[in-house]
């Protein structure tokens, strides 16, 4: 379990130096662990996601099998799985094309019991009304019809913008996009954030003073990777 004092400080910081700080304690390859630019925030003013991934497969564009499928309401079920609060990742299976793969309903009926935001392969509608709610979704497109939406398997891994992602696995998402963080680290990236910002604010503060020489900027360079360097040592110790 993670205590909620470390999800409520991994939603101070932005996605992009999340991925940042999660670089420096060298546990994955700098080009894993994050999805691809077709999975974008809907709503990208809105404060960063961050929640354990509940996971299903569905399809919008083909016909569901004869067969008892799950409901909104099993996947919800699921949520006590979980080491906190959900974040619904859906992969559509439809290839060839696809319908809405969540609207206005979905989205209440999630945030109702606790979920902080969804993520899918696929597209939506209703945003209107799903961003009065302040409900963080990512997405590929829109589309204005749910077409033959149904889900097929619950809690299994699924891929998603590239990203291979299994039941609790910890997201952060925001307008920079979707990551996952590996839980054995993430009450120490919530901490290395803190020092990660003040060592870029070096740069930025000098950038942003109005009255920078290029002398000056090269030496804020220097010092920001300097104040990197330290702490990426530090944590990879770790």
Do not use: W
Request: hydrophobic content about 45%.
């Amino acid at each position: 379990m993670i205590d909620k004092s470390v999800l409520d400080k991994l939603r101070q910081f932005d996605t992009a130096t999340i991925c940042n700080v999660i670089e420096l304690f060298e546990v994955r390859r700098r080009n894993q662990g994050f999805m691809t630019r077709e999975i974008k925030a809907a709503f990208p003013d809105l404060p960063p996601m961050v929640g354990f991934a509940s996971t299903a497969t569905c399809r919008s564009f083909t016909e569901a099998p004869d067969r008892d499928l799950p409901k909104i309401p099993d996947l919800i079920s699921r949520f006590e799985d979980l080491s906190g609060p959900a974040a619904i990742v859906l992969q559509n299976l439809d290839s060839a094309g696809a319908a809405a793969n969540f609207g206005d309903v979905f989205s209440n009926s999630f945030k109702v019991f606790g979920a902080v935001g969804l993520v899918t392969n696929g597209p939506g509608r209703d945003l209107e009304q799903i961003e009065r709610i302040g409900f963080p979704v990512f997405y590929d497109g829109v589309v204005c019809a749910h077409g033959y939406m149904h889900l097929l398997d619950l809690h299994l891994p699924v891929q998603v913008g590239g990203l291979d992602v299994y039941p609790n696995d910890l997201l952060h998402g925001d307008g920079n996009g979707v990551t996952t963080i590996p839980i054995e680290i993430a009450a120490d990236v919530a901490d290395a954030c803190v020092e990660y910002a003040a060592a870029e604010a070096v740069v930025i503060d000098l950038a942003q003073s109005g009255s920078a020489s290029l002398q000056e900027m090269r030496e804020a360079f220097a010092e920001m990777s300097r104040l990197v360097d330290n702490l990426g040592k530090r944590l990879a110790k770790s």
